[in-house]
């Protein structure tokens, strides 16, 4: 069983960062991705950036060069997911969730919804100009 907690949301004005973080109790031993996704009210989720352990972080354009992922992996369980977001826009506003799947399982790729098991309750994010 895989748990997630994000924390690190709050209210910004444009222009403005923000670190999400995500503490995930995986296993250090196992394989596995993690995604931060995004939902805006009346929108879809939207994959936002991921990365696998031993991989490359992946963006959506949207963000690419604002906003930064990475894994912390401590030799305890639990692994840390971070989100560096930077120069804010309105339209980052929404619900932060981040997710975790086996590699095996992506097969729509890793910033696609589909394939990831695990998920955590959320953390909004509020951009305001």
């Known amino acids: 069983q895989v748990q997630l907690l994000e924390s690190g949301g709050g209210s910004v004005q444009a222009g403005g960062s923000l670190r999400l973080s995500c503490s995930a109790s995986v296993h250090y031993d196992t394989n596995y991705c993690l995604g931060w996704f995004r939902q805006a009210p009346g929108k879809e989720r939207e994959g936002v950036a991921g990365?696998?352990?031993?991989?490359?972080?992946?963006?959506?354009d949207s963000v690419k060069g604002r906003f930064t992922v990475s894994l912390e992996k401590p030799k305890a369980p639990k692994n840390t997911l971070y989100l560096e977001m930077n120069r804010l826009k309105d339209e980052d506003t929404g619900m932060y969730v981040c997710?975790?799947?086996?590699?095996?399982?992506?097969?729509?790729?890793?910033?696609?919804?589909?394939?990831?098991?695990?998920w955590g309750q959320g953390t909004q994010v509020t951009v305001s100009s």
């Open positions: 990365i696998c352990t031993g991989g490359i972080p992946l963006y959506t």
């Open positions: 997710a975790a799947a086996q590699p095996s399982n992506l097969r729509s790729g890793l910033l696609s919804p589909v394939g990831y098991m695990y």
